[in-house]
């Protein structure tokens, strides 16, 4: 049967006693103490003689050993940090533990290890925003409408005249979770519960506006409906109604306003040559954008 284990504590009150013992010149032999604590001569001896032990790891003069060396160290996770910063999204949407590789780092850190390292940097796992995708053919000829329209207009007092207009939507959502003030434990209590419903189908995209803004002006938002469709998607009799006659002819062509108005394709908007939209603008003489006038607006959008 093998000598009993004898714990930190322990260890650490006998030695405590002897140096105080020898400190304090006290008439107190090694035997008596060992006694004390519980140990024989030769486990007591090899105690006090032991310097290795944790407790001893407090003395100025000898080199800490404590603790695990860190797996990650501070330039493997700078290493990974340049990674996130220099290739965005697409190395910013790999998986923890595949992020080292890709930044050149050799270590076996476990996932749990890499994400709280990066974490104490700042860098969390969150939703990534949602935008509309592009097709690239679209991409394509918006950048060429792009470069037309700056060649056109290369200087930025050139486009103090334009006015971008475009429709906007407002679906229905309740209200967001609130935050509130609460004592612990009182969760579940009635006067605590947010109350919250799905929306209806009908209740998407309830409410539909027009706007436009240029160089130091902003227009009101037009509110419009269109009892075609429930999305919203504009009309050219709304867009003559509710637009051009209800709100630019009144408030920016009588009221000698400069401006050209800059319109996407929308077929609500007449980008062709014979309807009712295009036959109100020539007939009151409202200018549109070149390129994309001569070109079909319809092209960019």
Request: with cysteine; net charge positive; aromatic share 8%.
């Amino acid at each position: 049967m093998g000598a009993p284990h004898h714990s930190t504590p322990r260890k650490a009150r006998l030695r405590g006693a002897f140096e105080a013992a020898v400190a304090l010149n006290l008439p107190v032999s090694k035997r008596q103490l060992f006694e004390l604590h519980g140990v024989s001569r030769r486990t007591g001896n090899r105690i006090l003689s032991d310097l290795s032990d944790r407790t001893r790891h407090n003395q100025p003069n000898r080199p800490e050993t404590r603790g695990r060396k860190r797996i990650l160290k501070d330039a493997d996770v700078n290493a990974i940090e340049d990674l996130l910063e220099k290739e965005g999204f697409e190395a910013r949407r790999l998986p923890w533990v595949s992020m080292p590789a890709e930044a050149g780092v050799d270590t076996d850190a476990s996932k749990r290890t890499i994400q709280r390292s990066l974490e104490r940097r700042g860098w969390y796992k969150r939703k990534a925003q949602q935008v509309d995708y592009t097709d690239p053919k679209l991409a394509a000829r918006r950048i060429e409408y792009a470069k037309e329209a700056l060649a056109q207009r290369p200087e930025k007092e050139d486009w103090h005249d334009i006015f971008f207009s475009d429709e906007t939507h407002f679906g229905y959502d309740d209200e967001r979770d609130a935050q509130i003030a609460r004592p612990p434990g009182t969760r579940n209590r009635p006067e605590n519960l947010q109350e919250k419903r799905i929306p209806k189908d009908t209740e998407v995209k309830l409410l539909h506006a027009w706007a436009c803004i240029g160089y130091n002006f902003k227009s009101p938002l037009v509110w419009y409906e269109v009892s075609t469709n429930t999305n919203g998607k504009m009309s050219q009799k709304v867009y003559l109604e509710k637009v051009l006659e209800g709100y630019v002819k009144p408030e920016l062509l009588e009221k000698g306003v400069s401006f050209i108005l800059e319109e996407d394709g929308d077929s609500g908007h007449g980008p062709g040559k014979n309807n009712p939209v295009r036959a109100w603008k020539e007939k009151h003489g409202l200018r549109e954008p070149s390129p994309a006038a001569a070109l079909g607006a319809e092209r960019y959008s």
